[in-house]
């Protein structure tokens, strides 16, 4: 399933099995998750510099000849030789290619990767389940270093990040306030049925001060609402690759030592912590799956919260 122009659905085209080259693996694809970042590089706001682009960077895949299962996540290579590569910060690589965006995804039945970049994946999670761990899991799980060691944490947006990570939170022993969009029953239903102490709509008042707070809502506008509802010295960390505009707010919102701070991509350090930690908790991903051909359609269901938990393709 292809990206050819921005405006325009992804299209099914038949293409030839690409040739792995030195440092790479042939992969054939089982699943692959359908992220929020897709949507940002279907409609531009995250550009797609040299289409046309398989999308899908939650990819679930056993290598072709050795039959190991491996998953392979949005960052796809980076060039090992920068301050940033060199220092642990491989994930702010100016030179950085991303699964999906510069190097064609899992949207297909078989890619080749990078094997630096190629996970194995832990028994018991079977592929449909496995892939949302590849960037929801991952981004959440970083997301949920930058906070510290917060008691009560706020998670504003309620998708397949937040539902993971409510469940490492609350195995954690914090408490979990989901926020979702006013009125959204259904999942704030589903957020307290994975352990959130409380859930309610961005227009409602929290029953306590926060600790920390992830903003995976793709909307600038949360990031006041937030700030306002931290304890003095918490933290906001903005979780997603792309936001609308934050509105200006008062000083006073990030006085008393409070912070705001943005996560990008990842490192190869936290895909292997996380994927080591995810069977402990255990996680139990909520997956909503969709044959390849159907790709439009399930980004259409994610652009309008048709579903809770996540999205994934089913590849034959």
């Known amino acids: 399933m292809v990206f050819e122009a921005l405006g325009a659905p992804l299209r099914a085209v038949e293409l030839p099995v690409p040739l792995p080259g030195p440092g790479q693996l042939l992969l054939r694809i089982h699943s692959c998750g359908i992220c929020r970042t897709d949507l940002h590089l279907l409609d531009g706001e995250v550009s797609i510099d040299a289409p046309p682009r398989v999308l899908g960077h939650q990819i679930i895949a056993t290598v072709v000849g050795d039959q190991r299962r491996v998953g392979v996540p949005w960052l796809g290579w980076i060039c090992g030789e920068c301050r940033f590569c060199l220092s642990g910060r491989e994930n702010l690589c100016p030179r950085a290619r991303f699964t999906g965006r510069d190097i064609d995804g899992g949207m297909a039945q078989f890619t080749v990767a990078d094997e630096r970049f190629c996970f194995p994946i832990p028994d018991g999670f079977p592929d449909l389940q496995a892939a949302p761990l590849l960037c929801a899991g991952l981004i959440g799980y970083r997301s949920l270093r930058m906070c510290g060691e917060p008691e009560r944490l706020g998670l504003y947006g309620f998708g397949a990040a937040a539902h993971i990570l409510c469940q490492v939170a609350r195995r954690q022993g914090r408490e979990v306030y989901a926020v979702t969009r006013p009125g959204d029953d259904v999942t704030q239903e589903f ?21 920390a707070a992830i903003i995976f ?67 139990r991903t909520h997956v909503t799956s969709y044959p390849l051909e159907s790709a439009n359609e399930a980004l259409d269901d994610l652009r309008h919260g048709r579903f809770t938990g996540a999205a994934v393709l089913s590849i034959e």
Not at 191 to 211: F, H
Not at 253 to 261: D, F
């Open 217 to 283: 809502a793709p909307d600038g506008a949360l990031v006041p609402v937030a700030l306002a509802a931290l304890a003095p010295g918490g933290v906001v960390v903005c979780g997603g690759i792309h936001m609308s505009e934050i509105p200006a707010f008062d000083y006073d919102l990030l006085w008393h030592e409070r912070s705001l701070r943005s996560v990008a991509n990842l490192t190869r350090a936290d895909a292997e912590e996380f994927l080591a930690l995810a069977p402990q908790i255990p996680v």
């Open 191 to 211: 957020a307290l049925s994975l352990g959130a102490t409380w859930a309610g709509g961005s227009d409602e008042p929290l029953p306590v001060e926060l600790d």
